[in-house]
């Protein structure tokens, strides 16, 4: 059986193919998300959008009317002081924390607002909108 990447003399694979391995790999981290599509749903009314990880924007398209704007993953740091304990200085302690709780703000071009607030877990997604004069809606994530 023939191997998968070419070896050197020792048996183990080359320099040229590591580094092809690694810059693969590197270019695959930096690749951009798929657009995720989503519902927002009033009633039997259902009306579709996007959002799109890689830019943290989002748009929807309300009854003729394009909303677009961003959104943001609530994000944070925790601080932590300790005592003495077991060590002859005083200690700190500082965590860096990303929730899967997003809110998120559209404009259309007439200036009425739309904002929204949901839960987002990989490709998914569930929460409410809201229109400034109007209807709230639930957003949920298609199936792919």
Request: glycine letters at 10%.
């Amino acid at each position: 059986m023939k191997n998968f990447f070419p070896v050197g003399p020792q048996g183990l694979p080359s320099a040229r193919t590591l580094t092809a391995t690694a810059v693969a790999l590197a270019l695959w981290g930096c690749a951009p998300w798929p657009p995720i599509p989503f519902e927002l749903i009033e009633g039997q009314q259902i009306y579709h959008g996007t959002m799109s990880p890689s830019e943290r924007m989002v748009s929807v398209d309300i009854g003729g009317k394009q909303f677009q704007g961003y959104y943001l993953v609530a994000t944070g740091t925790a601080y932590f002081q300790g005592g003495w304990h077991r060590r002859p200085y005083p200690f700190d302690m500082r965590t860096n924390f990303v929730s899967n709780s997003a809110r998120a703000t559209m404009v259309a071009a007439d200036g009425e607002r739309l904002t929204c607030e949901f839960i987002v877990e990989d490709a998914s997604a569930i929460g409410e909108c809201r229109s400034t004069g109007g209807p709230s809606y639930q957003l949920v994530t298609q199936v792919r």
